[in-house]
């Protein structure tokens, strides 16, 4: 079973070269694919700089978003199974494994990684954490699921379920809407911990309340209207 590990990246200078390293490590069959989201801070010197076959790299040639670098990631991978990797530091390719097994064993086709359930974590923003769960709240209503953490970033997907959704955000609100879309289509879903190791905006964290209120928007918009 061959993995792609999907990872985009914007300005992640500091920890690109860390992040690759550390998913090499992995001992899976993988591919990874990055898409440089026009990184300015010299992030995209260095993947051009790395030898051939090393990575599958697409460059964006203006700032579109994590939405935008995910689906041309998705049309891209060509692998059984697909990953999704922030360019940070805060999810650990360590847990790669733990993700694929549920689907290599058939009994998922979507493993979501969920930073509450006892795995070593960051502790950080008190409001993040209530926002989080108000919004994994409002999804489970609207979904009828029982996530525990929809917006963990560590994500894994059958190729095929991911390559059936239709998907038009471009920004962080990916996530709920990728999220909408598989439980729309009455998939296997599971659910295993994950370590975290959450950074503070002094080192580069991008996410702010406003993606909140825009996540918990396109959970009424795909979820409700669609």
């Given amino acids: 079973m061959k993995v792609s590990v999907l990872v985009p990246c914007y300005n992640e200078?500091?920890?690109?070269?860390?992040?690759?390293?550390?998913?090499?490590?992995?001992?899976?069959?993988?591919?990874?694919?990055?898409?440089?989201?026009?990184?300015?801070?010299?992030?995209?010197?260095?993947?051009?700089?790395?030898?051939p076959g090393e990575i599958t790299l697409v460059m964006h040639d203006r700032n579109r978003?994590?939405?935008?670098?995910?689906?041309?990631?998705?049309?891209?991978m060509t692998g059984d199974v697909?990953?999704?990797q922030d360019a940070d530091l805060e999810y650990d390719p360590a847990d790669?494994?733990?993700?694929?097994?549920?689907i290599g064993d058939g009994k998922?086709?979507?493993?979501?990684?969920?930073?509450?359930?006892?795995?070593?974590?960051?502790?950080?923003?008190?409001?993040?954490?209530?926002?989080?769960?108000?919004?994994?709240?409002?999804?489970n209503m609207v979904a009828n699921t029982n996530l525990e953490d929809m917006e963990c970033g560590l994500k894994a997907f059958r190729a095929g379920v991911l390559k059936g959704l239709t998907l038009r955000s471009e920004g962080f609100e990916i996530?709920?809407?990728?999220m909408i879309g598989v439980a729309r289509?009455?998939?296997?879903?599971?659910?295993?911990?994950?370590?975290?190791?959450?950074?503070?905006?002094?080192?580069?964290?991008?996410?702010?309340?406003?993606d909140g209120f825009r996540a918990g928007f396109t959970i009424l918009r795909f979820g409700l209207f669609r």
């Fill in 185 to 210: 289509s009455n998939v296997r879903i599971y659910e295993v911990p994950v370590s975290y190791f959450g950074r503070t905006y002094a080192e580069g964290k991008k996410i702010t309340w406003w």
């Fill in 108 to 139: 998922a086709d979507v493993v979501v990684g969920t930073r509450f359930s006892g795995e070593p974590r960051a502790v950080l923003f008190f409001w993040h954490a209530r926002g989080n769960k108000l919004l994994t709240l409002f999804f």
């Fill in 175 to 178: 996530e709920p809407e990728l």
């Fill in 65 to 76: 978003g994590k939405g935008a670098s995910i689906r041309d990631a998705i049309k891209t």
């Fill in 82 to 84: 697909a990953i999704f």
């Fill in 96 to 102: 790669y494994p733990k993700l694929v097994k549920p």
């Fill in 13 to 51: 200078a500091d920890t690109i070269r860390e992040i690759l390293k550390r998913i090499k490590a992995v001992p899976l069959e993988k591919e990874i694919v990055v898409v440089d989201d026009c990184s300015t801070d010299g992030t995209r010197e260095y993947l051009q700089s790395l030898p």
